[in-house]
């Protein structure tokens, strides 16, 4: 199947061909005629999987019909990179028409935005917080849209916009067409969609699993090791681009210093960065000035960079979906990619419900002096101290025997020659080795 079989308009089709893009995705497969058609759409898809064309195409060819200068279609996205990435996807496939939009965002002046929206544009791409903002100022018109999209649904559920979105929704005519896409489907984006769907087409593309071009690894090491096997890793790894997921953005920028510190040529995008920070750092890792971007989950929403090959984990995602949201970011359009992720004793229970997702285990991988048997700084300081002076390390001062009977700890590795260390009174540390 080729784009051709879609019968877009003659320069919808020349922007395609020039942009060289092969046969459509199965998102695009399923969603672009029934879009087409003029109907509502529910899309579940995970990231990657080109859903930006498969709901950005319809529109254009829709909007080439009509009157010009009037806001007819609406797209709301959850962050500035997203917004920025689909408003940019536009501009490429609408080169060739006299079609135009705007980007609409926080974090940056108003003035601009007002400017480009009065000199007549048929298609906003918003964050609903600054879109509140321009419809409150009554710079934005939006009573004759014909199209409205809300991509990554989720996403907005996750950073608390479902009020907004319901207060936006008040300024839209009832008769339109409506396009939710979104990951995933929480209870409330379904209750959503119930409500301002009309008999949608489903779409469902392997949502909850990862591309099938991604190899998956998984490396036990303790939570103060983290930095140093994430090193030895770089070191020992043949990269191109690599995407490091932290849980917080404290951690993602500390961690994005030390790398630099290091020698490695990295940045980190998170929610403290100003838009013009954030959009440095997002450019220079597309275009290879950074070679490593640190990222939380929130910042990387919107990241749109081909030829990244590994993905990691420094810190284990809370959910399954969120797995998949962060390593689809590498195995795109066949490319073969690699996921690592660093895991500590208490991520057992969802190693066992990512694994659950994937319908496999994980590969388990050890480098030496990066395992759940790491000695403790004490020992570590006793052994710096007497490799210094030649003298052979002396053992480990048992720990005193704890008379209460302990509770296991279930761990989801392999667990062999339990031992006590010095300074770990009471507690068992262990050798993991991979299943």
Request: aromatic letters at 6%; proline letters at 5%.
């Amino acid at each position: 199947m080729s784009f051709t079989s879609f019968n877009f308009h003659s320069q919808i089709a020349a922007a395609i061909k020039t942009c060289g893009y092969p046969s459509p995705t199965p998102i695009q497969r399923q969603a672009i005629p029934p879009a087409l058609d003029g109907r509502d759409i529910l899309g579940l898809a995970q990231t990657g999987t080109g859903k930006t064309a498969a709901f950005v195409l319809p529109i254009l060819q829709r909007l080439l019909d009509g009157p010009r200068k009037n806001v007819r279609a609406l797209i709301i996205a959850p962050t500035r990179e997203l917004a920025e990435q689909i408003h940019g996807y536009i501009g490429k496939m609408a080169v060739k028409t006299d079609l135009r939009s705007v980007v609409v965002y926080g974090g940056v002046g108003k003035q601009g935005q007002v400017k480009k929206i009065r000199q007549g544009v048929e298609i906003v791409v918003a964050c609903p917080g600054r879109l509140l903002d321009h419809l409150g100022d009554r710079v934005i018109n939006l009573e004759k849209i014909e199209l409205l999209v809300l991509d990554e649904a989720d996403h907005m559920f996750d950073k608390g916009f479902l009020p907004d979105i319901r207060r936006i929704l008040k300024y839209l005519p009832k008769q339109r067409q409506t396009l939710i896409f979104s990951a995933t489907m929480p209870k409330e984006i379904r209750h959503l969609a119930k409500n301002i769907l009309n008999d949608p087409a489903t779409v469902q593309i392997n949502h909850t699993l990862p591309a099938p071009t991604i190899s998956h690894r998984l490396f036990p090491v303790e939570q103060q090791r983290k930095t140093a096997l994430l090193k030895k890793i770089m070191e020992q790894t043949e990269t191109t681009a690599t995407l490091v997921f932290t849980r917080t953005k404290h951690r993602a920028k500390k961690l994005a210093q030390q790398l630099q510190n290091a020698g490695y040529s990295a940045t980190s995008l998170q929610g403290n960065l100003s838009q013009q920070k954030r959009q440095q750092a997002l450019d220079g890792f597309k275009h290879g000035k950074f070679k490593i971007l640190v990222a939380t989950d929130v910042a990387s929403r919107g990241i749109d960079v081909s030829g990244i090959s590994h993905v990691i984990n420094y810190d284990m995602p809370d959910t399954a979906e969120t797995y998949t949201h962060r390593t689809g970011r590498t195995g795109r359009a066949d490319h073969t990619g690699e996921a690592f992720t660093f895991a500590v004793r208490d991520d057992s229970r969802m190693i066992r419900i990512i694994e659950r997702s994937l319908g496999k285990k994980m590969e388990r991988q050890t480098i030496p002096g990066f395992n759940n048997n790491v000695s403790s700084g004490k020992d570590e300081m006793i052994e710096r101290r007497t490799a210094k002076a030649g003298r052979p390390t002396p053992p480990a001062t048992p720990a005193r025997t704890n008379r209460r009977k302990r509770r296991s700890v279930p761990f989801d590795f392999d667990v062999r020659n339990l031992s006590r260390r010095s300074g770990t009174r009471g507690k068992h540390t262990s050798t993991l080795s991979g299943r």
